[in-house]
């Protein structure tokens, strides 16, 4: 059992911060947050004063294993299962350097993403929380066909969703649309499942309790994913064959719907907009900018793991796409805030990660500075704890030095 205090504690909570405060950690769970000397004097003290703890960060959509160099044709990479397993479990080690201590990887052949799930969670590898997806939904040659999902009719459909639910899936993706990152299939604005189609994978998710995330990035595809209910549309770009066209009318229904969207903001901007052209990159922007006028719940995600215009979108860059929110009119406080509580929500996991709260996992931060004041201060990090576990050499050498 042990207290770490700092100048600032962040709860995850739209405005509650709580200045010269202390969290106290008992194993896995947090049992107190509060003022200083709230948490009484029972065990080690670990005191950091200028920095601030918050909530470990949430990414949520990330490709740990995907493999850029999968042959169209075949569906084949270079990569064997095992190889591909270590590779997945390195970018989890780097997604958590970076304070994400929760993350929905969106995308996975084989099942790997369940397997490094359960390895994280038993010490055998570093790295954040995993909700796993497992292998997408998509038609006979669709996006990301080559991952193992393929079905095209109703009866297909809940059979893949019914497999990766058995191999313990946490949550089901679907491709509701096309996507540019695979040769051959339809392109992004065009819809690969209706309405109908996108309930059944809701409604198999709901028989075990779990959530839908849906890639859409067409305005018919959108508009299916909020009929069918799914749990969150992923980019959510309003991709039409002449550019990002957004519809007022249907952000309104999104806003409306409370559905979250993951637009997928990461840091690789300035490569997009030397890829597609100022004119598409401010587009997207506005985009983003106009569903939060809008008031929908969107949330962090980088989609790290996919690579933007040949350039790899690490995933160690999560602040980067932080960043991004900020040059679109975001507070640092609203940012910090679809970072962590409203990301966790979104993942299905906001019961027990995403705020400090007694009861809840001890994944949490601390970083040197104020990010309410500097979000380049989430990269100054001090301390990343995942279920109470110091994960990182300075964490270690922090709590080593002070705790003794």
Same mark, same amino acid.
């Given at each position: ?14 405005? #509650? ?74 970018? +989890? ?111 198999? +998710? ?21 009929? +069918? ?10 991709? !039409? ?51 939060? #006028? ?17 350039? +790899? ?20 406080? #609203? ?7 409203? !990301? ?61």
């Amino acid at each position: 059992m042990w207290i770490i205090r700092a100048g600032k504690v962040l709860t995850g909570r739209p405005g #509650e911060v709580i200045t010269d405060g202390e969290v106290r950690v008992d194993g896995a769970t947090i049992v107190s947050v509060g003022p200083r000397g709230s948490a009484g004097t029972d065990g080690d003290v670990l005191d950091l004063p200028g920095h601030t703890l918050l909530p470990g960060l949430v990414d949520a959509h990330v490709h740990l294993g995907f493999d850029a160099r999968v042959d169209p044709l075949t569906g084949r990479g270079p990569e064997s299962d095992h190889h591909l397993l270590l590779r997945m479990a390195e970018n +989890a080690r780097k997604l958590v350097s970076a304070g994400v201590t929760t993350a929905r990887d969106l995308g996975s052949r084989s099942f790997l993403d369940v397997a490094l799930r359960d390895a994280v969670e038993e010490g055998l590898a570093v790295g954040p929380h995993i909700v796993a997806a497992t292998r997408p939904i998509t038609i006979t040659g669709g996006h990301c066909w080559y991952m193992g999902g393929e079905a095209d009719d109703e009866a297909a459909i809940r059979r893949v969703a019914r497999e990766n639910l058995r191999a313990g899936a946490d949550c089901l993706k679907v491709m509701a649309s096309g996507g540019l990152m695979t040769p051959g299939a339809p392109p992004s604005w065009i819809s690969q499942y209706g309405t109908e189609q996108l309930r059944v994978v809701v409604e198999e +998710a709901a028989t075990r309790g779990k959530g839908v995330a849906a890639h859409a990035h067409g305005h018919d595809a959108i508009r299916s994913c909020v009929e +069918a209910g799914v749990t969150t549309i992923e980019h959510c770009s309003f991709l !039409a064959p002449s550019g990002h066209r957004f519809d007022p009318e249907l952000v309104g229904l999104i806003a409306e719907s409370g559905t979250y969207v993951c637009p997928t903001v990461h840091g690789s901007v300035e490569r997009i907009r030397a890829v597609h052209g100022a004119e598409v990159f401010d587009a997207w922007l506005s985009g983003v900018a106009t569903m939060r #006028e809008a008031g929908v719940r969107l949330v962090a995600g980088t989609d790290a793991g996919f690579a933007v215009g040949g350039v +790899a979108n690490r995933t160690d860059g999560y602040v980067g796409g932080l960043e991004t929110f900020a040059t679109v009119g975001y507070r640092n406080a #609203e940012i910090i805030e679809l970072a962590t509580v409203r !990301a966790a929500e979104a993942c299905g996991v906001g019961d027990v990660t995403g705020s400090l709260d007694p009861g809840k996992r001890a994944d949490l931060i601390a970083v040197a500075g104020d990010p309410l004041e500097r979000l380049a201060d989430l990269r100054e990090l001090r301390l990343v704890l995942v279920s109470g576990r110091s994960v990182g050499q300075t964490a270690v050498d922090t709590v080593a030095d002070s705790v003794g």
